[in-house]
C-alpha cells in the first residue's frame, strides 16, 4: 500500500490529461477518413501504457543501471535486424511486428539511450575529457546510425538531446562546448550532401514554402493555414475546415497541434502547451530530488527528450522548423512513441519512490 501511496499522482494525472487529449484529437481529426477506427487502437495503447507504467515503477532503478550494457548490445542488435527483417512503410524500415501489431524499435531504444548515458556520465566526478565526450558520441552515435539507415532521421535526432544534457550534467567545460559547437557548424555542409533528397525538400520546403505550395511546402503552408484558421477560441470539436477538408496531412500523427489549434484555438493550444510545461516541471522537480546522481540523471535524460519532441513537433506546425516525422508525445497516433513515454515515465515513478525506502 505505501508503494502506491507513494506514486507520483500529479505526474500520472498529467500523463493521463494530455492522452486522453490525444485520443480525443485523433478521433476529432479522423472521423470522416479511412483512418477512422485510430483513436480505439490508441485506447488500448494508452490502456497497455498504463500496465507498463506501473510495471516499470516496481522494477528498481538501479537493476536497470546494472543491465545497461546488455540492454545496450540488445538494442543495437535489434536495430540491426530491423533493418534485415523489419517491415518496410513509406520507403523506410523501422517496424517489427509482434502480436499483431508494428512495433517501432528505435523508440524503446531511447530508454536504453538515456540509461546508458546516464550510468557513464553520472560516473563522472568533476569534469569530462575528451575521451569521455567521444566515448559518449559513440555510445549514442552507433545506434543513431542504425536509425538513420531505415531511414528515420527525425528519431535519430531525438537521441542527440540525450547526449547533449549527459555531457552538461556530467561536468562538460564550456570551451568544450565552444568546440563541439564550432564542429557542428563545420560539419552541416557535409551533412547536407548526406541527406535523402526528400529530406533536403522538407528543409528547402520550409525554408521557402512559397516557392513549391504543392510540393515540398505544401505541409508547412497547410499546417499554418489550419493553426491561424483556429482564431483565439477555435471552429469547434471536429469542425476544423482544414482537417475535415483534408487539406492538412496526417492531422492524426505529426500535425495534431494544427488540427487541435484549429478546433480549439489559441486557448485551447495554449492549455496543452501548458499541461506539457506542468509535466516538464514535474519530472525536473523528481530529477532534483532524486536519490543519487545516477537517478537524476536518467530523469533528465527523458526531460531532454520530450522537451525535444515538443519544441521540434510545435516549431514544425507553425513553420519555424522543417519537418521531420517527429511526432508529439502522447498525442500524436502511434503505440511505440506512447508506450516508450509510459515505460519511460514507469522508471521516473520508481526513482520517485526510491527516496521513501529506508
Known amino acids: 500500500m505505501t508503494k502506491w501511496r507513494d506514486l507520483d499522482w500529479v505526474l500520472l494525472a498529467l500523463l ?9 484529437e485523433i478521433h476529432n481529426a479522423t472521423i470522416a477518413t479511412r483512418f477512422a477506427p485510430l483513436w480505439i487502437k490508441q485506447v488500448y495503447y494508452l490502456i497497455a501504457g498504463i500496465g507498463l507504467l506501473l510495471v516499470f515503477s516496481r522494477i528498481d532503478y538501479k537493476l536497470i543501471l546494472e543491465s545497461s550494457p546488455w540492454l545496450y548490445l540488445a538494442s543495437v542488435a535489434a536495430l540491426g535486424l530491423v533493418l534485415v527483417v523489419g517491415r518496410a512503410i513509406f520507403h523506410s524500415r523501422r517496424w517489427i511486428p509482434v502480436a499483431g501489431t508494428h512495433l517501432q524499435v528505435s523508440e524503446f531504444v531511447k530508454i536504453v539511450i538515456i540509461v546508458v548515458v546516464a550510468r557513464y556520465c553520472g560516473s563522472a566526478r568533476l569534469s569530462l575529457a575528451w575521451s569521455d565526450v567521444v566515448k559518449v558520441g ?18 535519430a ?37 548526406e541527406l535523402h533528397p526528400y529530406q533536403r525538400d522538407r528543409i528547402i520546403g520550409f525554408l521557402q514554402p512559397q516557392a513549391d505550395p504543392l510540393g515540398s511546402g505544401y505541409q508547412v503552408l497547410q499546417s499554418k493555414i489550419a493553426v491561424g484558421a483556429g482564431g483565439v477560441l477555435g471552429q469547434g470539436m471536429a469542425q476544423g475546415s482544414q482537417t475535415r477538408g483534408q487539406f492538412l496531412p496526417v492531422p492524426q500523427a505529426d500535425f495534431i497541434f494544427a488540427a487541435f489549434a484549429e478546433e480549439y484555438g489559441f486557448a485551447g493550444a495554449l492549455l496543452l502547451l501548458g499541461l506539457y510545461l506542468l509535466l516538464l516541471l514535474r519530472l525536473m522537480q523528481n530529477a532534483h530530488l532524486a536519490p543519487d546522481r545516477y537517478a537524476g540523471m536518467v530523469v533528465m535524460g527523458v526531460v531532454a527528450i520530450l522537451t525535444f519532441h515538443v519544441l521540434v513537433n510545435v516549431g514544425m506546425v507553425v513553420g519555424f522548423m522543417p519537418v521531420t516525422g517527429i511526432p508529439l508525445p502522447l498525442m500524436s497516433s502511434g503505440g511505440s512513441s506512447l508506450l516508450f513515454v509510459f515505460i519511460a515515465m514507469g522508471i521516473v515513478m520508481n526513482i520517485r519512490m526510491a527516496r521513501f525506502v529506508n
Request: charged share 5%.
Open 16 to 24: 493521463l490529461a494530455i492522452s486522453l487529449l490525444g485520443i480525443l
Open 138 to 155: 559513440g555510445l549514442v552515435g552507433i545506434p543513431a546510425a542504425l536509425v538513420l539507415l531505415e531511414p528515420d532521421l527525425g528519431t
Open 157 to 193: 535526432l531525438t537521441y542527440i538531446p540525450v547526449a547533449i544534457v549527459g555531457l552538461l550534467l556530467g561536468g562538460l567545460r564550456w570551451r568544450q562546448v565552444l568546440v563541439l559547437g564550432l564542429g557542428f557548424l563545420l560539419m552541416l555542409p557535409i551533412a547536407w550532401h
